[in-house]
């Protein structure tokens, strides 16, 4: 069964401390990787698509890099208003277009 | 670019009856509109998949009796909770892409609460 495992489940940062998401996929045929923002209470905002291992997007103080079996979301400096919650999610080749997506990262940024 | 808007954002009904939630593509054209649900503290569960013009795929476990789509336009797919009961009650979701890209993009959200 195709899988999506991000970790940690939540994360507790002050404003301007660096840090990491993880997403890990089962290798079985990536189609393309996704990242996504979600506030409470609303639907979840598209940041990034990855397609290969190697690629690397950024955008502001995000920066979403792949390798083969796991992406990160880098986040820089971070602000409150980075706080949400961040969702992965997989294409996979035999999946049509559906995407699975993994529970979130809670990230909150103290001021 | 790319905005997915759903109506109403939040809606109450009682028990045994129905309830419908638009959702509309409103700068571009999708050929597929995805629906989802939310329960508190946990990622999206697809629902169905729906293209233009066809019947809607649903995924293992969703009763397609109960929550009938329909994706008659390019811009526009329903989602109609029939006879609601309480656990239906949810956040429900939809999503988005053109047939030339693979993002989807999501709408704010509908609120369902059954009483």
């Known amino acids: 069964e195709d899988q999506v495992t991000q970790s940690p489940e939540a994360l507790r940062l002050q404003e301007g401390e660096s840090s990491s998401l993880n997403c890990s996929y089962t290798?079985?045929?990536?189609?393309?990787l996704f990242w996504y923002r979600q506030d409470p209470g609303k639907g979840p905002e598209f940041l990034f698509t990855?397609?290969?291992a190697g690629e690397e997007k950024e955008k502001e103080r995000l920066k979403a890099t792949l390798t083969k079996k796991e992406s990160f979301l880098h986040i820089t400096a971070p602000k409150p208003e980075d706080s949400a919650t961040y969702l992965c999610?997989?294409?996979?080749?035999?999946?049509?277009?559906?995407?699975?997506f993994g529970q979130g990262t809670r990230l909150t940024i103290n001021p | 670019g790319a905005v997915v808007s759903q109506h109403p954002s939040w809606v109450i009904c009682k028990s045994g009856t129905s309830v419908k939630i638009e959702c509309r593509s409103l700068?571009?054209?999708?050929?597929?509109m995805f629906w989802y649900r939310q329960f508190p503290k946990q990622s999206l569960m697809l629902m169905a998949t729906?293209?233009?013009?066809?019947?809607?795929?649903?995924e293992q476990g969703v009763e397609k009796d109960k929550f009938l789509i329909n994706h008659a336009s390019l811009t526009l797919s329903t989602l109609t909770v029939t006879s609601a009961h309480p656990e239906d009650s949810s956040f429900y979701i939809c999503?988005?892409?053109?047939?030339?890209?693979?993002?989807?993009?999501f709408g704010p959200g509908t609120r369902l609460t059954v009483t």
């Open positions: 999610a997989v294409q996979y080749v035999q999946g049509a277009q559906k995407l699975v």
């Open positions: 700068d571009f054209q999708a050929t597929t």
């Open positions: 999503s988005a892409r053109t047939s030339w890209a693979s993002e989807q993009y």
């Open positions: 290798v079985s045929g990536l189609r393309g």
């Open positions: 990855l397609y290969s």
């Open positions: 729906s293209n233009e013009g066809s019947k809607a795929t649903y």
